[in-house]
């Protein structure tokens, strides 16, 4: 069953297991106001559990673009339309967030994301990346990186 992910009073609702639980909430929150201020979208996530085709999705974006393999369990994952992009996002125990931005037309911006928690280490699987610090009141700092899809997923 989705949850509404509330900005307002964040929550560590199906993010207990993390070490970094409340960084990883505060994360969580930080996109969801992101797309309710940008879209006028309120965010849902799911148990990953309930929703094995997104993180199949994201996982094999991430083999086939990278040949990345992420060692932690999936916790919570969503995927949505909006304004022509499909998002899915997992969020992980170790505190690290995916996204998977995809504009379905041609010639669209096509990119993963990764975000990881204040307080987690960068996981080895990411290690080549570097990663951009923010600042966030729901997160605390937030470290950032991406790459580019190249091929039609």
Do not use: C
Not at 26 to 37: C, K, S
Not at 44 to 73: C, K, Y
Not at 141 to 146: A, L
């Amino acid at each position: 069953m989705s949850a509404i992910v509330d900005f307002a009073e964040v929550s560590t609702v199906g993010l207990e297991s993390s070490p970094v639980a409340e960084a990883l909430a505060g994360l969580r929150a930080n996109e969801a106001r992101y797309f309710r201020n940008k879209y006028d979208y309120t965010f849902t996530v799911d148990a990953a559990a309930d929703v094995p085709e997104v993180v199949a999705w994201v996982h094999e974006v991430l083999a086939s673009e990278r040949d990345i393999v992420i060692a932690s369990p999936a916790l919570q994952a969503t995927e949505f339309e909006v304004d022509g992009v499909r998002w899915a996002y997992v969020f992980y125990q170790s505190g690290l967030s995916i996204n998977v931005l995809y504009t379905l037309a041609e010639g669209g911006k096509r990119a993963v994301g990764f975000k990881l928690s204040d307080g987690m280490e960068v996981p080895e699987e990411l290690s080549a990346f570097k990663f951009a610090r923010q600042r966030s009141k729901l997160a605390g700092t937030i470290r950032g990186s991406y790459f580019v899809i190249k091929s039609p997923h």
